[in-house]
């Protein structure tokens, strides 16, 4: 190689000359041993950095970072993800970057890269409305009536009264020049009727309201007036595009011939397809190409109808199998890249479009808040009225107009869609991106206050003479539900005074889950929990919840709704072994009630148990020893103090005078302390306080392979 490379400079050479003799050099060729080799570097370095690839590299990358930095804040006040992302959108924009750092925005975003940003957001946005039709389900339609359909099609009509009202005042002054007013009108009311079906889900899943009436009934709402919404949207978006109405007709037509199409030729043929793949764990590439083929054929031909491509797709997921494997596999396919990847740049491009300091004059802001003001009225009031008089509480109707003001992101794919045809100026553009943001930033607090302002004592009932002791099961993987369930039972005092009661809290540790995917891993994580439940003929009320904020969940529900016992496994921290790490930590310090951590030792039932017990004072302990007494399946029971004289105890000896079906013997802790047997073959399960257990693992007692399963409790 190198003796080819040396004498491949001699012909370098004599081509050099050779175009030069013809006037042809056009070129420097510059040997490797070049002094401005270095400059030539920077250059193409420089020059590297505006290709196009490289721009939407970088585009991406400060894409995906904001985005997920003011996701994560908005997530920490309690708010959707989506309202960050839409955030950092406009950040990056114009209003922000554009305005502060000129240069630095020009760098990143130059204006001949938007195009191609905007056609890559397209397809995240046609990823996003498959995935949104693949929600709904056309059966809601015949099987919803009386209330559900009156809410939902009350809470389209009236702001859309309302927003072509608004229109005619505005349409004067801010209207593009060349839009017909009934353009203007129309879209000013389908802009204002939207729902955003994909957020709402999120939030209801969020605050555990999917199996609540309120919550069923808000999310049939939103399928049904998402489907209506659509269907005018394409109407609307045929009127502009020919002009009028009796223009339209064509389009409406060829909408109609391919909706019947699609329901009645495609949707059969993949009922068929899901029907076969619905018991497999994933689909085929054969399968998933076919599924993507007709996606972006459907797409394809709204757009070439001339409605638009996001039609196509959402009604490309409407169709699909609606059976809850195929859809969570199809879902788990699509959906990171779309909401992680793509659905960002369509947040970034629209704040890009966003110049919020066009409004830059008093009018323009009161027309803003005329905007949002009527938005609210519209949405909040019609579907709180309807709901009112269809027979909901006050409390429950103004709960569902909140739920069914939420505008998101839909909003967004309207407005960007409105922008695009011409239809709203870049001023009243960027007054309803605030609109969508304020409208979708109150539902959480609007929620908030009305459940405080018509909060209501729950009161439990307790049977006659009986106090009733509360247990909270939080376990993650659903062997661990239902192990600490059947400890649960075991251990919780039941007498003619005391009656238990079991909650089983399974949280999934991501916020962002999908509400199709939420369904089956509730199903999944309780299943083996609820089979437990019906062995043991225990009734066990379950509590369900996607959150990024595990230990603060556990926390504000243990100690908002007053429980007596926590019972959680174990969980180490990445840098220890110390079985008391990881969420454990922050439970012990901020746990107001009674806690029990469970070390699962391959644990069936506790035949012999072994009990160090605490110093005097502590009654969880005490009520515990004496149930396991009492209890007709434990064999023996070994007392035993490393904190305490065991022998000196009266207190303890006096659990045990009442009749009990268990052998006890009360042993001094250095008598255990047999070389030749562990006390895993001795004993099923060792119950310890919190204090005897750090000092155990401080003294190094017994290596942790050595003990069978463990129960450290924290009395309060």
């Not at 590299?57 to 997920?68: C, E, P, W």
Request: hydrophobic residues 50%; charged residues 15%.
């Amino acid at each position: 190689m190198y003796i080819v490379i040396d004498h491949g400079k001699v012909l370098q050479h004599d081509k050099l000359i050779n175009l030069i003799t013809e006037g042809n050099a056009t070129t420097d060729l510059h040997s490797g041993g070049d002094t401005s080799a270095f400059s030539g570097l920077i250059d193409e370095l420089l020059l590297s950095m505006k290709h196009p690839l490289g721009v939407l590299i970088i585009q991406i990358v400060s894409i995906i970072a904001f985005s997920r930095i003011f996701g994560y804040f908005f997530n920490k006040i309690g708010q959707p993800t989506v309202i960050g992302e839409i955030v950092a959108g406009i950040i990056l924009g114009p209003s922000f970057l554009g305005l502060f750092f000129p240069s630095v925005s020009a760098f990143i975003f130059p204006p001949d890269s938007l195009a191609t940003l905007q056609y890559l957001s397209q397809i995240g946005l046609i990823l996003f409305m498959f995935i949104v039709g693949m929600e709904l389900d056309l059966k809601v339609l015949k099987k919803s009536a009386g209330i559900s359909v009156a809410v939902s099609h009350a809470s389209i009509i009236f702001p859309y009264l309302l927003g072509v009202i608004l229109s005619y005042f505005l349409y004067t002054k801010y209207a593009p020049a060349n839009i017909p007013f009934l353009a203007f009108a129309l879209f000013m009311g389908i802009a204002m009727s939207i729902t955003a079906f994909p957020v709402l889900a999120r939030i209801i899943q969020e605050r555990g309201l999917t199996k609540t009436p309120l919550g069923s009934l808000a999310l049939t709402c939103g399928a049904i007036g998402d489907i209506t919404a659509w269907c005018i949207l394409a109407a609307v978006i045929a009127i502009v595009k020919t002009g009028t109405f009796l223009n339209s007709l064509f389009t409406i037509g060829l909408a109609i011939i391919y909706l019947n199409v699609m329901i009645f030729v495609i949707q059969p043929f993949l009922k068929k397809i899901g029907t076969v793949y619905i018991s497999k764990e994933t689909l085929s590439k054969t399968v998933l190409s076919f599924i993507f083929f007709i996606l972006f054929l459907s797409a394809y031909f709204t757009e070439l109808i001339g409605l638009h491509a996001l039609f196509g797709a959402f009604l490309a997921g409407v169709i699909m199998p609606h059976a809850t494997e195929f859809k969570k596999n199809m879902v788990e396919k699509i959906e990171d890249v779309s909401l992680v990847l793509l659905l960002p740049l369509f947040f970034a491009f629209t704040g890009l479009r966003t110049q919020i300091g066009l409004l830059n004059e008093g009018h323009l802001w009161v027309v803003c808040f005329a905007v949002i003001a009527v938005a609210v009225v519209g949405k909040f009031g019609g579907t709180s009225l309807a709901a009112r008089f269809g027979g909901m509480t006050w409390k429950d109707s103004f709960s569902l107009g909140v739920l069914m003001n939420t505008r998101g992101l839909m909003e967004l794919i309207i407005l960007n869609i409105g922008y695009d045809l011409g239809i709203l100026s870049p001023e009243i553009f960027a007054i309803m991106v605030l609109m969508a943001l304020i409208t979708t930033f109150m539902t959480g607090p609007a929620l908030s206050g009305i459940n405080r302002l018509f909060d209501r004592k729950q009161f439990t009932f307790q049977g006659k003479g009986k106090q009733l002791f509360r247990v909270l099961i939080s376990f993650g993987p659903p062997q661990m539900g239902s192990t600490l369930l059947k400890l649960a039972n075991i251990i919780t005092p039941s007498n003619e005074t005391i009656t238990p009661s079991f909650t089983a809290m399974h949280l999934t540790p991501s916020s962002e889950i999908h509400p199709t995917n939420a369904l089956v891993y509730e199903q999944e994580g309780f299943e083996l929990l609820k089979r437990t439940a019906r062995d043991l003929n225990l009734n066990v009320h379950t509590k369900y919840k996607a959150t990024d904020e595990v230990q603060n969940e556990i926390l504000k529900t243990v100690n908002k709704e007053n429980f007596d016992l926590l019972l959680l496994g174990s969980a180490r921290s990445v840098f220890t072994e110390n079985v008391l790490g990881g969420i454990v930590r922050k439970l012990l310090s901020d746990c107001k009630c009674n806690l029990g951590i469970f070390i699962d030792r391959d644990f069936t039932f506790p035949k012999r148990v072994l009990a160090i017990v605490p110093p005097p004072g502590n009654p969880l302990f005490e009520k515990i020893l004496k149930h396991l007494y009492q209890n007709g399946d434990v064999v023996s029971m070994t007392i035993t103090g490393l904190l305490t004289n065991i022998e000196g105890r009266n207190d303890i000896q006096l659990l045990f005078n009442e009749p009990g079906k268990a052998a006890v013997e009360l042993t001094p802790f250095n008598v255990l302390m047999n070389p030749g047997r562990t006390p895993k073959e001795s004993f099923d399960l060792m119950i310890v306080s919190i204090e005897g257990w750090k000092m155990l693992v401080s003294r190094n007692t017994w290596p942790i392979e050595s003990l069978p399963s463990i129960l450290i409790l924290r009395g309060n």
